[in-house]
């Protein structure tokens, strides 16, 4: 077992007992990529932090009520991420969600300008996939997730998850008309 694998276990053994040190740390470690991910989904910065103050809410409720995570806890937050989100597009009204300024190169006008504009692009084809591509894509190349990872968070076996990535990148190939797209 690797050490960060063990460490986690570790905290997560600790945290079911309701130690605070243990569930500080939990959040220290997990809020921060839980809040990027659901703001990668909403693209609202206020909903990203509802979301992930949620999910450690959840996390709370399940080890006051002793079902706690029994496998990965990362795979398990993300997975309570990933239902948030859905929850929350199937209450939102249908809009745009706005671009991430804050991430764009510094440089001259034009590059600003055409990189929004690639940004739109792939936000607009990125919604025409299903609710599962955009999260696997999601999970992959915006939170980093190895594809293991992502199949537990999402609650698929390692063949799906890989089959559903597949078929998104093809899928985002299509709608943005770009040739070989890379899988890895």
Known sequence: MPVADSNEQLLLEQARRL??????QIHDRYYPEIYRY???RTGRTEVADDIAGEVFLRLLDALH???????????WLFGVASNLVV???RKAPRESAPLDEAQAA???VSAEAELRLQKQEV???MRQLTREQQEVLALRF???FSVEEAAEAMGKSVNAAKALQFRALEALRRVLG???VSYE
């Open 142 to 144: 915006g939170d980093g």
């Open 178 to 180: 770009v040739g070989e």
């Open 123 to 125: 936000r607009a084809a």
């Open 87 to 89: 929850d929350y597009y």
């Open 106 to 108: 510094p440089g001259s």
């Open 19 to 24: 130690d605070e040190r243990a569930l500080g």
């Open 65 to 75: 009520q002793e079902r706690a995570p029994r496998t990965t806890l990362r795979g």
């Open 38 to 40: 659901a703001l990668y």
